[in-house]
């Protein structure tokens, strides 16, 4: 008989991955970006714990790192279901998609 696979549990991303985050959130450009898009400066707090917590997950492989990490990870996917798409998808393409673009119209772009 075949012995069955155990799975261990990893880190939804690379610890470095995390540290990334944490960089890019530090950076200038990303915090005139945060501040013109959203009216306040970024939070990068979550990015460095998540990447502590990961640290301690590889080194210990501790419970708390752990659950702290999933709790994290699912706060993140909630927030980005928060927002809507600018554009609705398409189903088909529209009827006339092969059709040779009107040059006599030439409009600003």
């Not at 995390?18 to 915090?31: N, P």
């Not at 790192?65 to 993140?76: F, G, H, P, T, V």
Request: charged share 30%.
């Amino acid at each position: 008989m075949e012995q069955p696979a155990v799975t261990i549990w990893r880190p939804p991303r690379v610890c470095e991955d995390y540290w990334s985050e944490f960089r890019h959130c530090k950076s200038l450009t990303h915090f005139f970006h945060h501040y013109y898009a959203y009216g306040t400066t970024p939070s990068c707090q979550q990015w460095k714990e998540d990447y502590n917590y990961c640290r301690e997950w590889e080194k210990h492989r501790s419970k708390e790192a752990k659950e702290a990490l999933q709790k994290s990870e699912r706060n993140r996917l909630a927030q980005q279901k928060n927002f809507i798409p600018v554009w609705e998808l398409r189903q088909e393409p529209p009827s006339d998609w092969h059709a040779p673009l009107n040059q006599q119209n030439k409009q600003d772009s």
